[in-house]
């Protein structure tokens, strides 16, 4: 059943880069838990224990307030086909904006999609697998195309004021690193 480690094996990774699909879970101090499910090939394992994803622009930017707040991070891929699976990431974050020289160092690392909004880096403790028995099957079909198409037609000046009115605080207010860029918050 499960078990915990103290890095990312390479049957992890390889398991890893099988998955369409993971999952971000933070928290700030007080307010809401929030869990945010990822698509597209953006996430990226560094060392054993160290990860980075590619944040797209979205509606929300709870997981960069929630950094911010307690920099605590839970990452989670299941399997939904094959083996079951449920493997966890735990980790602190950091958000990495672009024109920085972080983001220089780890933008190689990805295709940056238009959207591209900041890197999520994390540095992983704990890395715990449970079996997944009760998890169904499904079949992946493909990558919907919505949310780029969405921002090439935005374009940056209009991700930029979207990002400056919808990203800069999360749900419960807690400033975001863009928000701190874009409005000096």
Not at 18 to 47: C, M, W, Y
Not at 158 to 170: C, D, F, P, T, V
């Amino acid at each position: 059943m499960g078990k915990e480690y103290r890095e990312i094996l390479p049957d992890h990774a390889e398991f890893i880069k099988e998955q369409h699909l993971f999952f971000v879970g933070t928290a700030g101090r007080e307010g809401h838990v929030n869990l945010s499910p990822k698509g597209h090939d953006v996430f990226r394992i560094l060392t054993p224990n160290k990860v980075a994803y590619l944040d797209l622009t979205g509606s929300g930017n709870e997981t960069s307030a929630h950094l911010l707040d307690t920099n605590r991070i839970t990452f989670m891929f299941i399997s939904f086909q094959g083996k079951p699976l449920i493997l966890r990431l735990f980790g602190d974050g950091q958000v990495v904006l672009p024109g920085s020289e972080e983001w220089d160092e780890l933008a190689g690392h990805f295709e940056l999609l238009p959207g591209a909004r900041q890197i999520i880096v994390s540095n992983i403790d704990i890395v715990k697998t449970s079996c997944g028995f009760s998890v169904p099957y499904y079949a992946y079909e493909g990558e919907r195309s919505l949310l780029i198409e969405w921002a090439n037609k935005k374009g940056e000046d209009g991700l930029k004021e979207y990002r400056k009115n919808k990203n800069a605080r999360s749900m419960d207010g807690y400033p975001t690193p863009i928000g701190i860029e874009l409005n000096g918050i």
